[in-house]
């Protein structure tokens, strides 16, 4: 591997937004963590591109790294410290909740060519998800309608829907089952 000739596909105008998301990150979303604050921090994401519904809540505690590369659907929450690591595409469904410290990793290197690339792989998010804390979700997964990742769990894995999963990797533990 010789990572001297290590490049990555991002262009001026994307470095530049970067810069100045951060910038506004501390200046006009972090610091406004109380919930009176919800719809200013989403108003927030809306104008650096997030599709993100209103009812949303996203703690101000959160890290985002491209909002535009974001999609968030009605009522769900990223809690406390989660990382959305989101060089490549994320998208999260309605009524689901990302809880506290959880990682989200939508990229990863091409580890069999030589200059080691970037590979940007979206990660999909159904409806009615919970993802407890702690969670990896890594790059290219789709999680369906209705699964639960129990805490600390790695998912390297697409996740069935109606299904609860856990463990390093994570592994099927049932069916979720609504009575």
Aim: include cysteine.
């Amino acid at each position: 591997m010789d990572l001297s000739t290590y490049s990555h596909s991002f262009s001026l105008k994307n470095k530049i937004s970067r810069l100045l998301w951060n910038f506004i990150r501390l200046i006009v979303f972090r610091p406004f963590g109380s919930r009176l604050f919800k719809k200013w921090r989403v108003l927030v994401l809306k104008c650096f591109g997030a599709k993100i519904e209103w009812s949303s809540h996203i703690y101000a505690s959160v890290k985002i790294w491209a909002p535009w590369n974001l999609e968030i659907g009605a009522n769900s929450s990223l809690g406390p410290n989660v990382d959305c690591y989101n060089q490549g595409n994320i998208s999260i469904g309605s009524n689901t909740i990302i809880s506290q410290k959880t990682y989200l990793c939508a990229s990863t290197h091409e580890y069999t060519k030589k200059d080691f690339p970037l590979i940007l792989k979206p990660i999909k998010i159904g409806n009615g998800v919970w993802i407890a804390a702690d969670a990896f979700i890594g790059p290219a997964v789709v999680i369906g309608n209705n699964a639960v990742i129990a805490a600390r769990s790695v998912i390297i894995k697409n996740v069935e829907k109606n299904t609860i999963v856990g463990g390093n990797p994570a592994k099927l533990i049932k069916s979720r089952n609504f009575e």
